[in-house]
T-cell receptor, first 115, second 112 residues
Framework: ETGVTQSPTHLIKTRGQQVTLRCSSQ?????VSWYQQALGQGPQFIFQ???????GRGNFPPRFSGLQFPNYSSELNVNALELDDSALYLC??????????????FGPGTRLTVT | GDSVTQMEGPVTLSEEAFLTINCTYT??????LFWYVQYPGEGLQLLLK?????DKGSNKGFEATYRKETTSFHLEKGSVQVSDSAVYFC???????????FGTGTRLTIIP
């Protein structure tokens, strides 16, 4: 069974640029969630994708957007980067069965630094 | 909205000491509760969970009981090891919406 993988591991961008982060779900999972973890803080929910549709969104501006592909992999796109976007971005996959499946399996994260 | 409050860290203990990390929550409805652990340089790993009141989650010697009357889910371990050094996060999950709400984390350091 392959776990959740994310790429790249580290990324440095300049303020105003755009970035795309990628995530491959654990085998058999159909739902992907993205979280932002600032240094010394707990992860904050950005959004979730199920069946290629956004299925819930946290308190993040529209310049944070995402995609889920038919193979359940996912991308997180951030436009017009700001210094405060510097954080560890975590992807989590799970199997949503309609009755609530809460075991989310996290990838190792992508460390984004905005200068 | 939903929220999780964790014991402030950092926490430093000697090997074989007893561990308690406090966690309380605020939620509408009947959330599931989780403890995740984050080792240095790694992502989050699910440590244990409880899905309804009075459930006890346990794993690797760690335990936590879902207490609805006190809205708490405290993490305990009877004898900690150096390898338990990590950051521990308490989290709740909304029924029907798999969003997780996390606490701010508690850094635990075990000294030999």
């Amino acid at each position: 069974e392959t776990g959740v993988t994310q790429s790249p591991t580290h990324l440095i961008k300049t303020r105003g640029q755009q970035v795309t982060l990628r995530c491959s779900s654990q085998s058999g999972h159909n739902t992907v969630s993205w979280y932002q973890q600032a240094l010394g803080q707990g992860p904050q929910f950005i959004f979730q994708y199920y069946r290629e549709e956004e299925n819930g969104r946290g308190n993040f501006p529209p310049r944070f957007s995402g995609l889920q592909f038919p193979n359940y992999s996912s991308e997180l796109n951030v436009n017009a980067l700001e210094l405060d976007d510097s954080a560890l971005y975590l992807c989590a996959s799970s199997l949503y069965g309609g009755t609530g499946s809460y075991e989310q399996y996290f990838g190792p994260g992508t460390r984004l630094t905005v200068t | 909205g939903d929220s999780v409050t964790q014991m402030e860290g950092p926490v430093t203990l000697s090997e074989e000491a007893f561990l308690t990390i406090n966690c309380t929550y605020t939620a509408t409805g009947y959330p599931s509760l989780f403890w995740y652990v984050q080792y240095p340089g790694e992502g989050l790993q699910l440590l244990l969970k409880a899905t309804k009141a009075d459930d006890k989650g346990s794993n690797k010697g760690f335990e936590a009981t879902y207490r609805k009357e006190t809205t708490s889910f405290h993490l305990e371990k009877g004898s900690v090891q150096v390898s338990d050094s990590a950051v521990y996060f308490c989290a709740l999950g909304d029924f029907g919406n798999e969003k997780l709400t996390f606490g701010t984390g508690t850094r635990l350091t075990i000294i030999p």
